[in-house]
């Protein structure tokens, strides 16, 4: 009885260690290592899943003061700061789900938390690029400034994209799991898939692995349009709004398929005015509107869409533009002799 004991709270420890883990600013490079500890045994999964569930509990223990006080100095030490924050919760949640084993050896299985206890939001930086691990095992991957709600209940896996871009890797389970933005759902079947904004009334989908049905709800779509959910397949991306549910061309956005989730981009004949509108998306520091005859101009290759001082100069060297910063810390582009209508490019 003694060793069993002693598994479960070697297994509770090495769970919390890998949730703060992966809370912390080491967690991209530490995700392959962390998905074959997941993938070693599935108590592992059912221990991880319970932390976090107990830690979204633990988050309404601790007062503000007390994780403050003992994350300060922030200023001075933000990565040190981080992890004691994380510590405490997680001290605070360890505790809880000690008490909840110890009931549920006296009354039966703890149940799930309920959808007060488990919801949710995350929201990115401008420029920043955020993987989250859910409960249940599955992934988000927010792309920059976006923001995403999440309610997990016993029944239901529900999540709501309220600005920007995600990518969701869905975890198998009996519970359902769907995504909504604006008047569309989207249903989840283990798979992979995208959903983002193209303007306030319209949402695209984009799905890589698996399948998915998406829909609009009935009043979100105009007379004599068809709400039927529509499957989808992989490699196929579709737009959402009032007209419905409609096909797209898979390269529709400058950064198709999979490669968003790297800030090294490969784009394929892709418009300038396009290239320096996703790239605009990711600084603070914008590169301006071009004339028509730049914006027009096409390009092919892998760019860093993150910094745009070396955008606007790998632009300039395959263009023949002239770049100028401003004062009011924008970019511009303007036309030089020497034009290329069509560039093949690699960042240097």
Same mark, same amino acid.
């Given at each position: 009885?003694?060793?069993?004991?002693?598994?479960?709270? *070697?297994?509770?420890?090495?769970? &919390?260690?890998?949730?703060?883990?992966?809370?912390?600013?080491?967690?991209?490079?530490?995700?392959?290592?962390?998905?074959?500890?997941?993938?070693?045994?599935?108590?592992? +999964?059912?221990?991880?899943?319970?932390?976090?569930?107990?830690?979204?509990?633990?988050?309404?223990?601790?007062?503000?003061?007390?994780?403050?006080?003992?994350?300060?100095?922030?200023?001075?030490?933000?990565?040190?700061?981080?992890?004691?924050?994380?510590?405490?919760?997680?001290?605070?949640?360890?505790? &809880?789900?000690?008490?909840?084993?110890?009931?549920?050896?006296?009354?039966?299985?703890?149940?799930?938390?309920?959808?007060?206890?488990?919801?949710?939001?995350? %929201?990115?930086?401008?420029?920043?690029?955020?993987?989250?691990?859910? *409960?249940?095992?599955?992934?988000?991957?927010?792309?920059? =400034?976006?923001?995403?709600?999440?309610?997990?209940?016993?029944?239901?896996?529900?999540?709501?994209?309220?600005?920007?871009?995600?990518?969701?890797?869905?975890? @198998?389970?009996?519970?359902?799991?769907?995504?909504?933005? /604006?008047?569309?759902?989207?249903?989840? @079947?283990?798979?992979?898939?995208?959903? /983002?904004?193209?303007?306030? @009334?319209?949402?695209?989908?984009?799905?890589?692995?698996?399948?998915? =049905?998406?829909?609009?709800?009935?009043?979100?779509?105009?007379?004599?349009?068809?709400?039927? !959910? +529509? $499957?989808?397949?992989?490699?196929?991306?579709?737009? %959402?709004?009032?007209?419905?549910?409609?096909? $797209?061309?898979?390269?529709?956005?400058?950064?198709?398929?999979?490669?968003?989730?790297?800030?090294?981009?490969?784009?394929?004949?892709?418009?300038? *005015?396009?290239?320096?509108?996703?790239?605009? +998306?990711?600084?603070?520091?914008?590169?301006?509107?071009?004339?028509?005859?730049?914006?027009?101009?096409?390009?092919?290759?892998?760019?860093?869409?993150?910094?745009?001082?070396?955008?606007?100069?790998?632009?300039? $060297?395959?263009?023949?533009?002239?770049? *100028?910063?401003?004062?009011?810390?924008?970019?511009?582009?303007? !036309?030089?002799?020497?034009?290329?209508?069509?560039?093949?490019?690699?960042? !240097?």
């Amino acid at each position: 009885m003694l060793d069993e004991q002693e598994k479960r709270s *070697a297994l509770r420890e090495e769970a &919390a260690s890998w949730f703060a883990a992966m809370q912390g600013p080491d967690a991209q490079r530490r995700d392959p290592e962390f998905k074959a500890w997941l993938a070693a045994d599935p108590a592992h +999964r059912t221990a991880y899943a319970r932390i976090a569930e107990v830690y979204s509990m633990g988050k309404s223990l601790v007062s503000p003061t007390k994780a403050e006080a003992t994350a300060a100095p922030t200023r001075r030490r933000p990565v040190f700061a981080l992890a004691a924050s994380v510590a405490v919760i997680l001290s605070v949640s360890v505790i &809880a789900w000690m008490a909840a084993g110890d009931e549920s050896r006296r009354s039966g299985p703890a149940p799930l938390a309920d959808a007060g206890q488990n919801t949710a939001k995350f %929201a990115s930086r401008v420029g920043q690029i955020r993987k989250i691990h859910l *409960a249940d095992g599955s992934e988000i991957t927010l792309d920059t =400034d976006s923001i995403v709600s999440m309610r997990f209940t016993p029944s239901l896996r529900s999540l709501r994209l309220e600005q920007g871009k995600a990518r969701f890797e869905v975890a @198998h389970e009996k519970r359902p799991f769907t995504v909504s933005v /604006g008047d569309t759902t989207v249903t989840a @079947h283990g798979t992979v898939f995208d959903v /983002g904004f193209r303007s306030d @009334h319209s949402y695209f989908v984009r799905l890589l692995r698996g399948s998915v =049905d998406v829909a609009q709800t009935e009043h979100g779509v105009s007379r004599n349009i068809s709400a039927k !959910p +529509r $499957l989808l397949r992989p490699g196929q991306v579709v737009e %959402a709004g009032e007209f419905g549910v409609r096909d $797209l061309s898979a390269s529709f956005a400058p950064a198709a398929g999979e490669s968003w989730t790297s800030k090294m981009r490969q784009f394929d004949n892709v418009r300038v *005015a396009d290239l320096i509108a996703e790239a605009n +998306r990711y600084s603070r520091l914008q590169i301006g509107q071009p004339s028509a005859e730049i914006a027009n101009l096409r390009a092919s290759g892998t760019f860093a869409i993150d910094d745009p001082r070396r955008l606007a100069t790998n632009l300039s $060297l395959l263009f023949g533009l002239t770049v *100028a910063e401003t004062p009011d810390e924008s970019i511009t582009l303007t !036309p030089s002799e020497t034009k290329i209508s069509h560039s093949e490019a690699a960042a !240097p």
